[in-house]
């Protein structure tokens, strides 16, 4: 799934572009903020984490003040913007080398391999319990030969493949069962609507 990144829709406008709605029709766009994160706090169990979302602050700013030593408030978009491939690809197991490349393929950020060192380590010292986490998730994985979503979707492993699948999994699988339930309350509610299952979101009444 690369060369372009179809695991996301790249920024790139040349591919935004593909997604146009019909005419007399209109696209609507909705997303989980900081979704993986609050998914990763829940599973991991780590207290910082757990706070910022109880504090209602944004992850990856709050990563990005780790990172920079900067207060909060003063982060500027490109730092936090350079902060998200680092809580992505730490929480899933990525190692220095593929840190550096991750996010200038994914993000079009660079950042050096002494970067790369440097932000690992401060990452750990805050969110131990990720840490902690991995180190459980790896080891239960690799006894049970398998990894499991929060919903029960389990995927079996063999001890041979890369290590970061005890992590990758629960976390987005976790957010793809959350993501068909919602999806189905949308359907039940167009469907209630509009009184039979939908094709058009312009079929609704005017009310809704």
């Not at 900067?70 to 197991?93: H, I, M, S, W």
Request: hydrophobic share 35%; net charge positive; with cysteine.
């Amino acid at each position: 799934c690369g060369k372009p990144n179809l695991a996301q829709i790249p920024r790139d406008k040349r591919f935004r572009k593909c997604f146009q709605a019909e005419e007399g029709n209109q696209l609507v766009i909705a997303d989980y903020g900081n979704i993986e994160m609050c998914i990763v706090a829940e599973i991991s169990g780590d207290e910082v984490l757990i706070n910022v979302f109880r504090e209602k602050k944004d992850a990856h700013r709050f990563t990005a003040s780790i990172l920079t030593g900067k207060a909060e408030k003063d982060v500027t978009k490109a730092e936090r913007q350079q902060a998200k491939p680092v809580n992505f690809g730490l929480v899933y197991g990525m190692q220095p080398p593929k840190v550096v490349l991750y996010p200038r393929s994914g993000y079009g950020v660079t950042m050096s391999p002494k970067e790369a060192i440097s932000y690992r380590e401060k990452y750990f010292e805050k969110f131990a319990g990720i840490a902690k986490w991995h180190l459980l998730a790896q080891r239960d994985g690799q006894r049970q030969k398998m990894a499991w979503s929060r919903g029960g979707r389990l995927r079996y492993l063999d001890t041979g493949e890369f290590f970061n699948e005890y992590y990758n999994h629960p976390v987005q699988s976790t957010g793809a069962d959350g993501l068909k339930s919602a999806l189905r309350y949308v359907y039940n509610r167009f469907k209630k609507l509009a009184g039979r299952p939908p094709t058009r979101v312009k079929d609704l009444p005017e009310s809704s």
